[in-house]
């Protein structure tokens, strides 16, 4: 909040209030870069979680119009920029997911012989937000590296929960998703990686983003990460705990599938599928009473099209709820959520007549 007053000037100024402002921005860079293991010059703030993966990923297509390989449940944001790739006669190739939701590194692998020791950019998040499953990073950052291809990782998903893996030239994250405000999203782009702007650059603090700086929004997104970061080990082994019962419990309920690994997999979300059920109605019905949660894709709640992460997966995608824990559940909540979740889908069976 002292930013508001602190923080508002133009930090390409040189008078008081603009050298003021750009310390702190710097400061926020300090601070994002130490989470996630990189240079403090290599991180930008672009408006947007979704802003950032465009960007970073364009910026790796720009020379030598390499073959993207990417996963099949990447984010939507990640496939947007394929597609608008392939429409410009790029070269793409999508790699599939196990049942568990994550990679097959094997047929990664083979999608990088095939570019035959020509350039390629490989895009794997870092973990799936819709089915909790964590990514093999390091077995990625191997393929890639024997490959010399830049590997694009959506890490929004880990940071400031989990640890940031190794390996990647470019990576990209959102401030809201560790409790930072909306409107901030995180770019980092390593030297050497061979990034280049993919739209006309700006004579602003980082050409990477072109604009004016928000820079109190910035600062509070950066202390929400230090925050977050402070006690992510403790969290996320009470979190798990606690996913760990709700997985256990909810696979007690008839005619439903648990989706992604039971093991490798984000320690607060938690995902299944109820068969003759449909995924909105039980969304609607949860929250009326007073139960946030969500159902098919994450980012595309009012498409009708089913999940393109489950049906990457080959799961049930009917019926589909997915819950995350905040920072503040506790075992009393999950036990309200599960009661009200079995009357729910049992309610919405039951209209339905004899099965």
């Given at each position: 909040m002292a930013a508001l007053d602190e923080g508002w000037a133009d930090p390409l100024r040189l008078h008081s209030e603009g050298r003021r402002a750009r310390l702190l921005y710097e400061n926020a860079r300090e601070v994002v870069a130490a989470e996630l293991g990189c240079r403090p010059d290599e991180v930008s703030f672009p408006p947007s979680g979704t802003i950032a993966v465009h960007t970073g990923l364009s910026g790796l297509l720009q020379r030598r119009r390499p073959r993207l390989i990417h996963s099949a449940v990447e984010h939507s944001s990640v496939l947007h920029t394929a597609e608008h790739y392939a429409a410009a006669d790029g070269e793409r190739a999508s790699v599939g997911v196990g049942r568990d939701g994550r990679v097959e590194v094997d047929a990664l692998t083979e999608e990088l012989g095939r570019a035959g020791g020509g350039p390629a950019v490989v895009a794997v998040q870092a973990a799936n937000l819709e089915s909790g499953a964590l990514q093999p990073v390091e077995e990625v950052a191997a393929a890639c590296d024997?490959?010399?291809?830049?590997w694009f990782v959506d890490a929004?998903?880990?940071v400031g929960r989990l640890a940031?893996?190794?390996?990647?030239s470019v990576a990209a994250a959102s401030a809201h998703k560790w409790g930072g405000p909306a409107g901030v999203g995180v770019l980092a782009v390593r030297r050497g990686s061979?990034?280049?702007?993919?739209?006309?650059?700006d004579e602003r603090v980082d050409p990477r983003t072109p604009g004016y700086e928000n820079i109190p929004a910035i600062l509070a997104a950066a202390a929400a990460l230090q925050e977050m970061s402070a006690g992510?080990?403790?969290?996320a082994e009470r979190q798990r705990e606690l996913t760990e019962e709700l997985r256990k419990r909810i696979a007690a309920t008839p005619d439903v599938e648990l989706i992604g690994p039971a093991d490798e997999r984000l320690p607060h979300v938690v995902a299944g599928s109820f068969l003759y059920v449909d995924g909105e109605v039980l969304v609607t019905e949860l929250d009326r009473l007073g139960f946030a949660a969500a159902s098919g894709s994450a980012c595309t709640a009012s498409s009708l099209e089913p999940s393109h992460?489950?049906?990457a997966m080959g799961v049930l995608t009917h019926g589909n709820v997915r819950i995350s824990l905040t920072v503040d559940t506790t075992g009393d909540d999950l036990?309200?959520?599960?009661?009200?979740?079995t009357d729910v889908v049992a309610a919405t069976r039951e209209r339905l007549g004899p099965l």
């Open positions: 024997a490959a010399q291809a830049p929004a998903a880990v940031m893996p190794i390996g990647w061979g990034w280049r702007a993919a739209t006309v650059a992510a080990s403790e969290r992460v489950l049906a036990d309200a959520f599960l009661a009200a979740l």
